[in-house]
């Protein structure tokens, strides 16, 4: 039923009587090399297709799919089971033939309302806020986090089902979102593909010389349209030079909690993992200005039920439930020719915590970037480094790409981690990599 209404949908512009038919295709070939293992780390090629159709009253349809060919490599090794995608949301339902998977990217209907009003509906993404490698305000869509924060964004935030509703209200623009689509940010499986979730700060682990077999639930997705649907509204203006935004969220946070208890089975005590979603709220606003070759630029959110892994031997479930207060402030300097110098600061602020966590109550993570276009922006290279304060780890990535003919575009790029293996980018100090990527648009 779910395939007959999707191409049911994409077929609405073919029927009406005045408008324009747009397509755009792209095939990408990607590939890395793990360096330290000296093995495939990814080998596939994706076909990317958009149709859009807008009428004479500019309303407009779009229809984005993707089709991924996992011809080898360690990031999903085996068929990934995808639990934390909706049955509206997971592509499978439409076509399902691995190690070739079908992905219904966006899927929306846009028009007027009323006379500055728009109205968006379908399958599509949202973002808040500009930060740049952290998060703090892009929460309205999870993300697929099959190669950690390696893959681009716009590639890895996973587009849900949602009605979205832009009207002016004085100075002000009044975004209104409801999100009745239960998907939840995409991890690779436990202790599978090489970008798996390793660091104890993320997944509990059990206490140095206790050697007690886990076993992992699978994970308790909410499953309620309607009851269980996220609601935002984002207000926007411009004073002057400045932009603001005030944001709320009212949602299940994408990343899940652990509960963990020990428990007896027929073979002995077994550490029992459980895996559920949260409710929470999130308020917070954005800030940016110009300021000559500057731009400054600020967010900041607080989110309320935020649960952290408690490794207090007397803790029942291993869970700590706390508040999260986050912000990042950024600024970018444009003042030599075709180049971009950026740095962020970012901390993670916690409310209430104890000695047993295993994060600090502050957590501060810095980001530098420096991007030059060459021969006549025909080229770019990008030196990006992200460090976490804390546990002294980080992120080294480097890139070149270039037009290789009007249609054609290639890139390399090198990245490197390093840092202990609890640490948030350490955990992957044995991923380091060389990859390359063919793109030939049609």
């Known amino acids: 039923?779910?395939?007959?209404?999707?191409?049911?949908?994409?077929?609405?512009?073919?029927?009406?009587?005045?408008?324009?038919?747009?397509?755009?295709?792209?095939?990408?070939?990607?590939?890395?090399?793990?360096?330290?293992?000296?093995?495939?780390?990814?080998?596939?090629?994706?076909?990317?297709?958009?149709?859009?159709?807008?009428?004479?009253?500019?309303?407009?349809?779009?229809?984005?799919?993707?089709?991924?060919?996992?011809?080898?490599?360690?990031?999903?090794?085996?068929?990934?089971?995808?639990?934390?995608?909706?049955?509206?949301?997971?592509?499978?339902?439409?076509?399902d033939n691995y190690p070739f998977q079908f992905e219904l990217r966006e899927l929306y209907f846009r028009d007027t309302l009323g006379e500055d009003g728009t109205l968006i509906l379908?399958?599509?993404?949202?973002?808040?806020?500009?930060?740049?490698?952290?998060?703090?305000?892009?929460?309205?869509?999870?993300?697929?986090?099959?190669?950690?924060?390696?893959?681009?964004?716009?590639?890895?935030?996973?587009?849900?089902?949602?009605?979205?509703?832009?009207?002016?209200?004085?100075?002000?623009?009044?975004?209104?979102?409801?999100?009745?689509?239960q998907t939840y940010t995409d991890f690779p499986n436990y202790n599978e593909g090489e970008f798996a979730i390793r660091s104890r700060r993320l997944i509990p682990q059990a206490p140095p010389g206790l050697t007690l077999p886990v076993e992992r639930r699978r994970a308790e997705r909410p499953d309620r349209p309607i009851k269980d649907s996220d609601f935002g509204m984002a207000l926007t203006t411009s004073v002057e030079s400045w932009d603001f935004s005030l944001n709320y969220m009212y949602h299940y946070n994408d990343a899940p909690f652990f509960e963990t208890q020990v428990s007896m089975a027929d073979t002995g005590p077994v550490i029992v993992v459980r895996e559920r979603y949260e409710?929470?709220?999130?308020?917070?606003?954005?800030?940016?200005?110009?300021?000559?070759?500057?731009?400054?630029?600020?967010?900041?959110?607080?989110?309320?039920?935020?649960?952290?892994i408690d490794y207090d031997p007397n803790s029942k479930n291993g869970r700590f439930q706390t508040n999260d207060t986050s912000y990042v402030l950024g600024l970018?300097?444009?003042?030599?020719?075709?180049?971009?110098?950026?740095?962020?600061?970012?901390?993670?602020?916690?409310?209430?915590?104890?000695?047993?966590?295993?994060?600090?109550?502050?957590?501060?993570?810095?980001?530098?970037?420096?991007?030059?276009d060459l021969f006549h922006q025909r080229d770019s290279f990008e030196a990006r480094w992200l460090t976490n304060n804390n546990d002294g780890d980080g992120l080294f990535r480097l890139q070149y790409a270039s037009k290789l003919s009007q249609n054609i575009k290639g890139t390399v790029g090198l990245d490197v981690f390093y840092g202990d293996n609890n640490g948030l980018f350490g955990q992957f100090n044995n991923n380091d990599r060389i990859q390359l990527k063919l793109d030939f648009y049609f």
């Open 122 to 181: 379908g399958k599509q993404q949202v973002v808040w806020g500009q930060a740049d490698g952290v998060t703090v305000l892009d929460i309205v869509n999870p993300m697929n986090y099959r190669e950690f924060i390696l893959e681009d964004p716009e590639e890895a935030r996973i587009p849900t089902w949602m009605a979205n509703i832009v009207v002016p209200v004085g100075q002000f623009d009044l975004q209104l979102l409801w999100i009745p689509d």
């Open 332 to 372: 970018d300097y444009y003042g030599v020719t075709e180049s971009v110098f950026s740095a962020q600061f970012y901390q993670s602020i916690l409310g209430e915590t104890t000695e047993y966590l295993p994060r600090k109550a502050v957590d501060s993570i810095m980001t530098f970037l420096y991007r030059k």
């Open 1 to 95: 039923m779910f395939k007959s209404f999707v191409f049911a949908i994409s077929a609405l512009p073919a029927l009406a009587l005045a408008g324009e038919l747009n397509s755009d295709s792209k095939i990408s070939y990607q590939t890395a090399e793990n360096i330290s293992a000296n093995k495939l780390s990814k080998s596939e090629t994706r076909f990317y297709n958009a149709l859009s159709y807008e009428t004479d009253t500019d309303a407009r349809f779009l229809l984005s799919t993707r089709i991924r060919w996992n011809m080898s490599g360690q990031l999903e090794p085996g068929e990934p089971d995808q639990t934390e995608l909706s049955p509206i949301n997971d592509g499978r339902k439409i076509y």
């Open 279 to 308: 409710r929470t709220h999130t308020i917070g606003g954005s800030a940016s200005t110009s300021i000559n070759d500057f731009v400054l630029r600020s967010e900041l959110a607080h989110t309320t039920h935020r649960s952290v």
